[in-house]
Nanobody, 113 residues
């Protein structure tokens, strides 16, 4: 399994970013996918999850601001982040239910003026 996150960077408060995750090594469409984040000095938390039938779940802290989506034809997972806040600063990781122990390198998101 391989998950490669991209799209992070520096954004101003109130701004937007879209993260992407390219998946390979497993049958992408057959597994639930999630985005997690880990802020400095904090544990890893799940921010969004998308199920096989496209149902979606969000952490309360991002509900209404973030949108998770997937493209099963291209084995891609996305996280569209809007109205960003400084508290959203973290390393963001995508994760597959195919392998609970596998984590990619993540992509850094920094929200600062």
């Amino acid at each position: 399994v391989q998950l490669v996150e991209s799209g992070g960077g520096l954004a101003q408060p109130g701004g937007s970013l879209t993260l992407s995750c390219a998946a390979s090594g497993f049958t992408f469409w057959a597994y639930h996918m999630s985005w997690y984040r880990q802020a400095p000095g904090k544990g890893r938390e799940r921010v969004a999850r998308i199920f096989l039938a496209m149902q979606k779940e969000y952490a309360d802290s991002v509900k209404g601001r973030f949108t998770i989506s997937r493209d099963n034809a291209r084995n891609l997972l996305f996280l569209n982040m809007t109205r960003l806040k400084p508290d959203d600063t973290a390393v963001y990781y995508c994760h597959s239910s195919y392998d609970d122990d596998y984590w990619g390198q993540g992509t850094q998101v920094t929200v600062s003026s």
